[in-house]
């Protein structure tokens, strides 16, 4: 994966601010976080000088089949719906103790993974705690599984 | 004796250890004439050394035999981190079953979990189907 | 909420927090099950047909002509019910009374042993909610629930928060496999809570741990490393409420339990020791339960028909029996006994007049001269059941159907006799 300098080479670097942030080197940090596309930047997008760079940051990141923002992945064909990254997951025994972080099922939709039809499906994954402010490298949900059915790219 | 014997594929003794594996009991309970079925169970899974002893390549088939009684089902190479020659494993199936002799002392239990086998290659031979076992 | 939830009849877990949405009477979508409870909920894609000598039959006919088959055996067996509900065990008990059978499960030839020490308190036990709230060592021997029991890591054993166990699995519990080889619960447990002993090698390594937890230099004839016993042996004396979870591995390769019930003396002179039978099919153990009280054996009986008196031993137990030719007609319930039986013996079982009830197709189902669908259970009809642990079950019936239920299905026979 690229670097935020990288990144931020290929930006018009004009801190325009049209993106919402005040700076390019902002959007860059956000990009890598994938919480923004390419298709962000407007200037990026609408101008003919940058369309090069545009199509490298878009071809960066494009979305590989069923990632989500913070990177996870589930291997589908491997999970097996034992629930373990259900239960193991910090941030669902924060939002359900009681529920999934009692080995449960969810009792809210605040949770990351439920299984749905036999196989783990990650929604909120912007509150995993490998991404946002207060980065930590939480293997949770990578550990637990018996099949090495998650992955982070 | 004589010729053909000499030109036959090797024979080779192992120790099968049974194993349970969700995917194939999935599948099993969907239906147990389905080609998945048979494609998750009618395996053997080998050390690489014993495959290489075999003179076969991973995924060809091999025939499976235990006093009487045989069957064809696929080798696979286990992909264990540890060695294990002379024990190859067998995922609990009809054809795991089926090499499985009826001598059980008088106690009632057969000897379901690890049982001796010869095996050799069935170069060309398919499968055993799920029907063709009795 | 829990309204809404229903039963897993997948395996003897009967997890009791599913959601489903159906149509048409069939369940479409299903939450918090595993891939194996949602295999057997969704329903097998070939079900089984109504047939007399493999010819399509309606349920009247083919109840009757089941009637008649027992009626004329002398020596009938009943086999099966490890998905059977219990109100169906029952009356599967009043036919082999009635028709003085034989009467076998197959944890004849799995965890009967294991479960029949229990009833018999001659090794303690506990609850999986006991497991959840307090266990904070657990040891799978010879089991590899990641592929038997999907939930049991997360529901009760490692991963859930319980009432003891507030700080969470990497604080509070350890877990321990022994096996024969490195398995996907190994792989959880890590290098360090993972213990390879060879092939029949369990019941040495047993001793092995009972002289580690006396305090004695722990040999083996396959120089397993001693400091690693000890180190497990102090792993297993430290534990508040420790559980070891019985699998078909350590069964098989016991010749006797002896050595079992030496370890659980052992540690529960110096710890807290509890047994968990890790049984397969979603009521085996209420099989157990069912046919002890009516008769004071789990299962291996066979009725005298005059007297209704029960016999127990080896050599009525459904492998010796077949193996033997004691046998002269068969009733198979929830079960499929040719595909699961040793060859030699289930041939046997093909040749003698066969009759077969099930929700799917089965290959017992290809030999059988009856073919009785019923009911799914736990989908199709409710009923009781036992969870490994012992603990009592209701299933519910979700969808309907104009199946009869394993129930209905026994109590025409039993009517028809
Ligand atoms: S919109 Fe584009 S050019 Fe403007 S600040 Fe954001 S990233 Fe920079
Ligand atoms: S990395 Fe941690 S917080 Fe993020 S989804 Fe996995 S378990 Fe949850
Ligand atoms: S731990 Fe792995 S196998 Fe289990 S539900 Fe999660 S992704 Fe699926
Ligand atoms: S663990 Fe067993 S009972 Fe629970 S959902 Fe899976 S198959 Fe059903």
């Known amino acids: 994966m690229a670097s935020v300098m990288e990144i931020y080479q290929l930006l018009p670097k004009t801190n325009c601010k049209e993106c919402g942030k005040t700076t390019c080197m902002a959007f860059a940090v956000d990009l890598l976080a994938r919480k923004f596309s390419a298709d962000d930047c407007p200037p990026l997008v609408n101008e003919e000088k940058y369309k090069e760079n545009y199509d490298k940051l878009s071809g960066m990141f494009t979305p590989v089949a069923g990632v989500s923002e913070t990177g996870l992945i589930v291997h589908t064909e491997k999970c097996t719906g034992c629930g373990n990254c259900v239960v193991a997951c910090p941030v669902d025994v924060a939002a359900d103790p009681q529920g999934a972080g009692s080995g449960r099922a969810p009792t809210t939709d605040k949770v990351i993974f439920k299984v749905v039809d036999g196989v783990v499906t990650a929604n909120n994954v912007q509150e995993c705690r490998r991404f946002g402010e207060n980065i930590i490298l939480c293997v949770a949900c990578i550990d637990t599984c018996p099949t090495k059915a998650i992955e982070f790219v | 004796m004589g010729f053909g014997q000499f030109l036959a594929a090797p024979e080779l003794k192992l120790t099968i250890v049974t194993y349970r594996d969700i995917f194939q009991n999935s599948a099993l309970e969907v239906s147990r004439f389905d080609e998945k079925y048979e494609e998750l169970s009618a395996i053997i899974k080998l050390d690489p050394n014993d495959i290489s002893k075999l003179v076969i390549k991973d995924g060809e088939t091999v025939t499976v035999k235990s006093g009487a009684e045989k069957v064809v089902v696929k080798a696979q190479i286990s992909g264990y981190e540890e060695k294990h020659e002379g024990v190859a494993y067998m995922v609990n199936s009809p054809w795991s079953n089926a090499l499985i002799s009826d001598n059980t002392h008088g106690t009632g239990v057969p000897s379901f979990k690890n049982f001796e086998v010869v095996v050799q290659s069935a170069k060309g031979e398919k499968v055993t189907g799920i029907k063709e076992i009795f | ?55 399509a039959a309606d349920v009247d006919a083919s109840i009757e002509k089941a009637a008649a088959i027992l009626k004329d055996a002398k020596n009938p067996l009943i086999f099966g019910h490890g998905n059977s509900s219990s109100e169906a065990q029952k009356v599967a008990i009043e036919i082999a009374k009635r028709t003085g059978a034989y009467i076998d499960d197959t944890s004849s030839f799995c965890q009967g042993p294991i479960i029949e020490a229990i009833l018999q308190e001659k090794l303690k036990t506990c609850t999986l909610d006991d497991v959840r709230d307090k266990a904070d060592v657990t040891v799978f021997w010879g089991a590899d629930p990641a592929n038997s029991h999907p939930r049991h890591l997360s529901r009760y054993s490692y991963f859930p928060r319980g009432k003891e166990r507030q700080r969470g699995w990497e604080e509070d519990r350890t877990l321990i496999t022994v096996d024969i080889r490195k398995s996907d619960t190994s792989e959880i447990a890590g290098n360090s809570g993972f ?14 741990l009972v002289d580690g937890l006396s305090s004695k230099v722990p040999k083996t004839s396959f120089n397993f490393d001693k400091k690693k016993i000890l180190e497990l042996s102090n792993t297993l004396k430290k534990a508040k409420f420790g559980v070891i979870g019985v699998g078909l591995g350590l069964l098989y390769s016991l010749e006797e339990l002896e050595p079992l019930f030496a370890l659980m003396d052992k540690l ?81 079982l093909a040749d003698i007049p066969l009759i077969d009830i099930d929700p799917c197709q089965n290959l017992t189902a290809t030999k059988a001269n009856v073919t009785i669908p019923c009911a799914l259970g736990g989908v199709e009809s409710g009923g009781t059941a036992v969870r490994m642990d012992g603990v009592e079950i209701e299933l519910k019936q979700i969808v309907e159907t104009d199946k009869l239920s394993d129930k209905e299905v026994l109590t025409r026979i039993m009517e028809a006799l």
């Open chain 3, 1 to 55: 909420m829990t309204d809404n939830y229903y039963v897993c009849p997948g395996c003897a877990l009967l997890c009791d927090d599913i959601e489903v949405e159906t149509e048409d009477n069939k369940i479409t979508k299903m939450y918090t099950a595993c891939m194996k409870g949602v295999a057997r909920m969704k329903g097998c894609s070939s079900p089984l047909e109504c047939t007399v000598e493999q010819e």
């Open chain 3, 195 to 208: 213990f390879q002993i060879p092939i029949k090698g369990d019941a040495e390594f047993m001793n092995a």
């Open chain 3, 268 to 348: 529960n002179s110096v710890s807290n020791f509890h047994i968990i039978p890790m049984v397969g099919q979603y009521n085996m153990r209420g099989f157990n339960h069912n046919l002890f009280e009516e008769t004071g054996y789990i299962n291996r009986v066979k009725f005298d028909i005059e007297s209704g008196q029960a016999k127990h031993g080896a050599e009525y137990s459904v492998v010796e029996a077949l193996k033997e030719r004691s046998v002269d007609a068969a009733l198979v319930i929830g079960s499929d006994p040719l595909s699961s039986l040793p060859l030699p013996v289930a041939r046997y």
